[in-house]
């Protein structure tokens, strides 16, 4: 037969903590806290020095952006203004005539298993 001890919380039933090992259990839980601390701003610094490193997306688009009509025009227009609320990313559209579906369909195969689709 074992003898138990009313302080050991590992034990079935028992929630009780000594004064030490609360005590310890708060240390270890103040030096975790405290490396975290340490070294979360330079793992903060890095993510944002990733993030703020330019990209370039691709964006297949049915609007040829280099054309006077209307649409083609709001589709130039939208990607300015993406750009500049996001000085970090430029967009490079990619024109895929709407009324050529061959085109279009090869296009986005080849594009697709040739492990290059566009972004957008």
């Known amino acids: 037969m074992s003898h138990s001890d009313p302080t ?5 039933g028992t929630a009780t903590l000594s004064r030490g090992r609360l005590l310890r259990r708060a240390g270890i839980g103040a030096a975790g806290i405290a490396a975290v601390a340490a070294v979360g701003p330079l793992a903060a610094d890095s993510a ?12 297949m688009t ?12 709001a589709v130039k227009q939208l990607i300015a203004s993406f750009e500049s609320q996001h000085p970090t990313i430029k967009v490079q ?12 369909s090869q296009k986005l195969l080849l594009s697709v298993t040739g492990g290059h689709p566009a972004d957008v």
């Open 93 to 104: 559209p990619q024109y895929v005539s709407p009324f050529d579906a061959v085109a279009y």
């Open 48 to 59: 944002l020095a990733a993030a703020a490193a330019p990209v370039t997306i691709t964006y």
């Open 8 to 12: 050991d919380d590992n034990q079935a």
């Open 62 to 73: 049915r609007w040829d952006v280099t054309q006077t009509d209307p649409a083609s025009v």
